[in-house]
């Protein structure tokens, strides 16, 4: 079975500072997703990382992957407000392409502090 | 907004009663996912319609089905609903593009049992 767990599941930062979320998960996996999710809102994709070593950034955020160590990491640099929500990062079920479920993480509820 | 429409937005039902969420994709995409997202079990996939098709199945309980119509929207039925199945209730479509599927996710039917 298919497990993914992150660390922090809580995280309270000042603004300015730069801090890491990860994601291990437990088996062979070719896609690992990471979504932003703001409090009774939907899931907005952040990030699909697809190979062992990617790497993507999106102005604060940026996301890697290393399939060996089956570990992905979200970094935030110089943290702002609005940055403020829960991230998920998710895992996908099969392999080789085509359509299937995520399995996703608890999330790490995010707040900045001014 | 990620073109997926979910409908309706809150529902209050009593337990032991039957409830329908619907779903229409994006334009162009022919995979729907649902998940489930509550506070004690988190987000869970739930079951995942291709082309009209059962593609995959996870965390889905036997009191609950689904199924996708010809217009690929699709419909997640939940019945003799219990208290427990208080929650967001989210649909995703997805096109499937090479090797990896990317998943846009609906504003989630937000679902109470009293």
């Known amino acids: 079975e298919l497990k993914v767990e992150q660390n922090p599941l809580f995280l309270s930062m000042q603004e300015g500072k730069n801090y890491t979320i990860y994601c291990n998960y437990s088996t062979t996996s070719d896609r690992l997703y990471w979504y932003r999710q703001d409090p009774g809102k939907s899931l907005e994709s952040l990030f699909v990382?697809?190979?062992?070593?990617a790497v993507k950034q999106e102005g604060r955020l940026m996301a890697s992957l290393d399939t060996k160590a089956r570990l992905s990491t979200l970094h935030i640099t110089a943290a702002v407000h609005d940055l403020s929500a829960t991230y998920f990062c998710?895992?996908?079920?099969?392999?080789?392409?085509?359509?299937?479920?995520?399995?996703f993480g608890k999330g790490t509820h995010l707040i900045i502090q001014p | 907004d990620s073109g997926v429409t979910q409908t309706p937005k809150h529902l209050i039902t009593a337990t032991g009663q039957r409830v329908t969420l619907r779903c229409s994709p994006r334009s162009g995409d022919l995979s729907v996912y649902w998940y489930q997202q509550s506070l004690d079990q988190g987000l869970q996939f739930l079951i995942q319609y291709y082309n009209g098709e059962e593609r995959a199945k996870g965390n889905i309980l036997e009191r609950f089905s689904a199924q996708q119509f010809p217009d690929l929207h699709s419909e997640l039925n939940l019945s003799s609903l219990e208290l427990g199945d208080s929650a967001l209730y989210f649909c995703?479509?997805?096109?499937?593009?090479?090797?990896?599927?990317?998943?846009?996710f609906g504003q989630g039917t937000r679902l109470t049992v009293v």
């Open positions: 995703a479509s997805s096109v499937e593009s090479g090797g990896y599927t990317e998943a846009f």
């Open positions: 990382l697809l190979s062992n070593g």
């Open positions: 998710a895992v996908g079920r099969g392999s080789g392409g085509g359509a299937d479920g995520l399995t």
